[in-house]
């Protein structure tokens, strides 16, 4: 029976000591970023440069993200971790180096936080991915719980502990400590023994896995509402990461001490958003009424951060941001999960971090250019006018929709009967449906056939196609290619409860006695160049050089 408990998946040895060193782990790198920034502050460094720490930490999820998770599929996965867990201890360890010798300066600090974030842009998508591999089916939930524990215990931890540190160790040796802590990481995953990495013959290249991913993106109208809210939401939230180190030590001159609890209270309203408001609010109130209210909050805190100065105000306004963080950040993700269907779901999480950190990215930067260019309360007023705007498109954009979205696999099952086989490299493949509609079903079948054209090129397609008989109207054409074979083998699997529902609906609309017909056609041409990336296809020598074949034209009802 599965334990309700939040520490029962501490209970697997294997788990709990990735747990305790990624807990170690994360904790030391939040007291390094507290004393990384504590660094550029020593070596003089501008408001616009301290600010710009939050676009260089978040600039490689935007570059590299989507290509880590497309390789997380393809790659074995302990190896990219520890890969990408070396090349962390690495960066800080040149960064510690520069802080002994004093040969660095403030450029080469944002260059370090880059290289270091290029590491986390690799290690995330991967991490979560391994998780239930690790636990069993019944300690999966305690598992997941337990990851975003730590990362707010390590975020309340670690900053309090480097503003408590750094006047007794220096940065040198804090910033030293966490690359040996990566270290402990590296092993305790390496001892980690995945399973078997059983290869499937329908497997995606590198490339095939990356361009299904942008395919996908661009085809599901649920997924670009959630990943253009999610941007709106990192825009606005930027301006805490980028500007409260420069109010904390430019305006305020706090110490270390008081700049490492000023974090700490960011993180621990982030720990009671999710561990307390967030379960009220789930009970008692929709999801786009859950990001809004995390949006309201946002505005108060701007308008507070643009009159207010002073240690106390700058804590709760901390606090209160952390509180919004994690009440929309989790619905917005929440909202992504339920639309994403599994066999794409690890390369669509990588392109939610990608938007969402380089919205934090790009919007850092502009924040820092305001402050630099007309002061802090200008620049925290421009913020919350934006929220005000971001919280009018979030009621006209609503991901409330998320909550009746059904990604379940329901693929079809279809019973060919081919003379002769094609080979998973044959292609391209056209696939066209004949369907005959009554006059007074025409706009309904308009309708659906969007739903249809979207589904089938999301899952695969590189075009589609709907046409009308001038001989006999009434009589419409679905047409829709894939690159090759295997394409449309696994387009077939990749169909979800909401996709074969409105196949079934349009198949409904057939007005004769017979079922629509479907046939199946494979190129007697030469492929000669893989044009537009599977985009548009291929491009095909006008002779064919390839033997005639059997199965040029096979025609079989589908399966409604």
Request: proline share 4%.
């Amino acid at each position: 029976m599965t334990s309700t408990s939040t520490w029962f998946a501490l209970k697997n040895p294997v788990f709990c000591r990735l747990w305790v060193a990624s807990a170690l782990s994360g904790t030391f790198v939040s007291a390094q970023d507290i004393a990384a920034t504590w660094l550029m502050h020593d070596l003089g460094a501008s408001s616009f440069l301290l600010s710009l720490m939050a676009t260089a930490a978040s600039a490689p999820f935007f570059l590299f993200t989507l290509p880590a998770g497309a390789v997380a599929d393809i790659a074995n996965r302990r190896t990219v971790i520890v890969t990408a867990v070396l090349w962390q201890a690495a960066c800080s360890a040149l960064l510690a180096l520069g802080a002994w010798t004093g040969a660095i300066g403030p450029n080469l600090v944002l260059l370090c936080i880059f290289l270091l974030g290029l590491g986390v842009a690799f290690y995330a998508p991967v991490w979560g991915a391994i998780v239930p591999d690790i636990a069993s089916k019944d300690e999966l939930a305690s598992a997941i719980t337990l990851g975003g524990v730590q990362l707010n215990l390590s975020g309340i931890v670690g900053p309090a502990l480097a503003g408590l540190l750094l006047p007794f160790l220096g940065v040198p040796l804090l910033i030293s400590v966490n690359a040996v802590t990566f270290l402990i990481v590296a092993v305790a995953v390496w001892q980690w023994q995945p399973r078997k990495d059983e290869r499937l013959e329908l497997r995606e290249s590198f490339v095939e896995s990356f361009i299904a991913s942008l395919r996908y993106a661009r085809h599901s109208h649920g997924m670009k509402i959630v990943l253009f809210r999610n941007v709106l939401f990192s825009l606005v939230i930027s301006i805490i990461p980028a500007l409260l180190p420069v109010i904390a030590l430019k305006e305020l001159q706090l110490s270390a001490a008081q700049l490492g609890f000023v974090f700490t209270c960011l993180s621990i309203g982030s720990l009671v958003g999710a561990v307390f408001a967030l379960p009220y609010l789930r009970a008692n109130t929709s999801q786009n009424a859950i990001t809004s209210i995390s949006m309201m909050i946002m505005i108060c805190v701007l308008l507070t951060l643009a009159l207010l100065r002073q240690l106390p105000s700058l804590m709760v306004c901390a606090f209160l941001a952390g509180m919004a963080w994690s009440l929309a950040g989790a619905e917005l993700w929440v909202a992504g999960q339920r639309v994403i269907p599994g066999w794409v779901r690890g390369r669509m999480n990588a392109f939610q971090i990608m938007l969402g950190q380089g919205g934090i990215a790009i919007g850092a930067l502009i924040w820092g250019s305001g402050v630099t260019q007309a002061g802090s309360t200008l620049t925290f007023s421009a913020a919350a006018i934006l929220a005000v705007a971001v919280l009018a498109i979030g009621h006209r954009v609503s991901i409330n929709f998320a909550a009746e979205a059904s990604v379940d696999a329901a693929p079809f099952t279809a019973d060919w009967n081919f003379p002769a086989c094609p080979d998973h490299d044959d292609g391209p493949v056209t696939v066209t449906i004949k369907y005959t509609i009554a006059k007074e079903d025409r706009e309904k079948f308009y309708a659906l056939m969007q739903g249809v054209q979207a589904a089938i090129r999301r899952n695969g397609a590189f075009d589609c196609r709907l046409d009308e008989s001038l001989d006999d109207p009434g009589l419409f054409r679905l047409e829709f290619q894939l690159s090759t074979w295997a394409d449309h083998l696994r387009q077939t699997n990749r169909m979800t409860v909401d996709d074969r529902n409105v196949f079934n609906d349009a198949w409904d609309l057939h007005a004769t006695d017979s079922a629509p017909l479907v046939h199946y056609y494979v190129s007697s041409q030469k492929c000669v160049f893989p044009n537009n990336f599977g985009f548009a296809g291929r491009t095909f020598s006008t002779t064919s050089t390839l033997p005639k074949r059997k199965y040029s034209v096979t025609t079989r009802p589908a399966e409604s």
